[in-house]
């Protein structure tokens, strides 16, 4: 569960929570650089704890930790759920160094911490961001990296007396451009402490250059691969394929804009969706452009004109400033130990797992008694857990509703959170989970927070908070619905099929099977 929290971070939770309204029950949909809102460490950046309710965990009362009070009830409006105001909070963190009295109950703390949460003083956070990044907490046997944890460290690490400063190695990410943001505003507060982070980045792309960039100091090895082409997007289409073999998909669509069936139905991209991919792409790209231009100190045009040439020699992307230097991880590892003063053979660091285990107990971040539940909801919905579908294999309506009335029936909390990431997917599915959170935003204020995507039946889900909050590259909406099934001609005759590989897609309410098989039709 999250576990951030701090006495020293101020910001008013009544700015964030509903007040009353006259106004129509239009839910208003924030966007802004800084709000509350992701995974809630940096969501609600105040002097009160968080409840998470995982969606791989039950139940809504276990591992349960105080929040702080001075929270104010909001009224309701008319129709019995609670609202927001139109002024939101910019989340931004104001950064306070602990007073006397708290310095002395850390280090007493530290004395009598567990001995996995024991770090040397002086020591470099060790991190390495790489390959998918999922919304849910982490679970005990999974390796891949937990958004919560990775914002979390962050802050632990900026109160941390023992920790001197980050030393962040970048390489290929999977994930969004929601929590590619919701990264790189932890490391801007992070620098606030007024401790150093510093980059190392063998692989470069947009995503990785965009984090790196925000850490101040940006190293890359000599044999560095730099592939700052610009972004672009792919599709599919196996409309012709299947004309050839006898078999007519049929789909039909609600919103001209729902791409959903294309791959099986069409034989090249439609006009609407090349609209709508080609808007995402210049969103994503001015926003990069825009971003990498206030850090660097350079003109957009220089920016885009660097891009377009497409030729990357490291020692010239040194020359012209997009770098800091070219070095090897060990060479940056002695010029930390240098600029730290330490005199052993090897810099004194902790590892990004072993890190996760300090307690913000341990670091007088706890608050008071009052608490707020949040609820994960990621990955496609549907209504039952099939036979053949992991533990955390998406959004089970039936799970979901359970943690949803639990909260409900318990009078603990003060308010809750819905983290929306998921594409959409089952219809009846949504459409209950949306009355569930309907009914709970009539007993507490509820904000929903989006991540990557909150599309379609994610998106729906989310219009019963009272709240919505969402990154600027948020991919949310609902632009239509799609169902079809698929027809075969009586001459088709398949007399044999090799089925090497299935991949399945999920969105709106179409279960998409592509077979790649050697058929043979007489």
Not at 382 to 392: D, I, K
Request: hydrophobic share 35%; charged share 25%.
């Amino acid at each position: 569960m999250l576990r951030h929290s701090s006495p020293h971070l101020r910001l008013s939770l009544r700015s964030l929570l509903p007040a009353p309204s006259g106004r129509s029950p239009i839910i208003p949909v924030a966007r802004f650089p800084y709000r509350p809102e992701n995974c809630f460490p940096s969501l609600l950046r105040s002097s009160f704890y968080r409840f998470a309710v995982d969606e791989k965990s039950m139940p809504a009362d276990a591992q349960t930790e105080p929040e702080a009070s001075g929270i104010e009830s909001p009224e309701k409006e008319g129709n019995g759920s609670w609202r927001g105001k139109d002024d939101y909070p910019s989340g931004e963190l104001e950064f306070r160094p602990c007073g006397l009295w708290m310095s002395f109950l850390v280090k007493l703390r530290m004395l009598f911490a567990w001995p996995w949460e024991r770090v040397r003083k002086g020591s470099v956070l060790s991190m390495n961001l790489r390959g998918p990044v999922s919304d849910q907490l982490p679970s005990r046997f999974s390796s891949r990296l937990s958004l919560p944890q990775i914002c979390e460290n962050f802050i632990k690490a900026a109160y941390d007396p023992r920790i001197s400063g980050i030393f962040l190695q970048i390489e290929p990410l999977e994930c969004g451009w929601g929590k590619i943001e919701e990264i790189r505003r932890h490391i801007l507060d992070f620098k606030m402490s007024g401790k150093f982070i510093v980059s190392y980045v063998p692989v470069c792309r947009e995503k990785e250059y965009y984090l790196a960039c925000a850490c101040g100091e940006l190293y890359v090895p000599p044999s560095a691969y730099i592939s700052l082409y610009g972004l672009k997007v792919e599709a599919s289409f196996l409309g012709g394929v299947f004309e050839k073999i006898g078999i007519e998909p049929q789909v039909q669509r609600i919103g001209k804009y729902k791409s959903t069936g294309d791959l099986l139905s069409r034989k090249s991209m439609s006009k609407e969706n090349c609209e709508m991919l080609t808007t995402l792409l210049d969103n994503i790209y001015g926003n990069w452009l825009d971003t990498i231009s206030s850090t660097r100190g350079k003109q957009r045009d220089e920016i885009e004109n660097f891009l377009n040439e497409g030729i990357y020699e490291v020692q010239r992307l040194k020359e012209n400033g997009w770098i800091t230097d070219i070095s090897y991880e060990d060479e940056v590892m002695d010029l930390l130990k240098e600029r730290l003063g330490q005199k052993g053979k090897k810099l004194l660091t902790v590892d990004y797992k072993r890190y996760s285990k300090v307690r913000n107990w341990t670091l007088g971040l706890t608050g008071g008694k009052d608490q707020i539940a949040i609820i994960r909801a990621s990955g496609s919905i549907s209504r039952v857990r099939s036979p053949l579908s992991g533990s955390g294999s998406g959004i089970i309506a039936d799970k979901f509703i359970e943690k949803i009335r639990s909260v409900r029936e318990s009078k603990k909390y003060k308010a809750v959170v819905i983290r929306v990431d998921s594409p959409g997917g089952d219809a009846l599915a949504s459409d209950l989970m949306w009355r569930e959170i309907r009914l709970l935003a009539e007993s507490v204020p509820v904000i929903a927070s989006m991540s990557d995507v909150a599309a379609s039946g994610g998106y729906y889900m989310a219009m019963a908070a009272g709240v919505i909050v969402a990154e600027n590259l948020t991919l949310t909406g609902s632009i239509g619905v799609v169902t079809g099934e698929v027809s075969t001609s009586s001459k088709l005759q398949i007399k044999t099929i090799h089925i090497f590989e299935n991949y399945f897609l999920i969105s709106g309410k179409l279960l998409l099977m592509t077979w790649f098989a050697h058929i043979q039709a007489s």
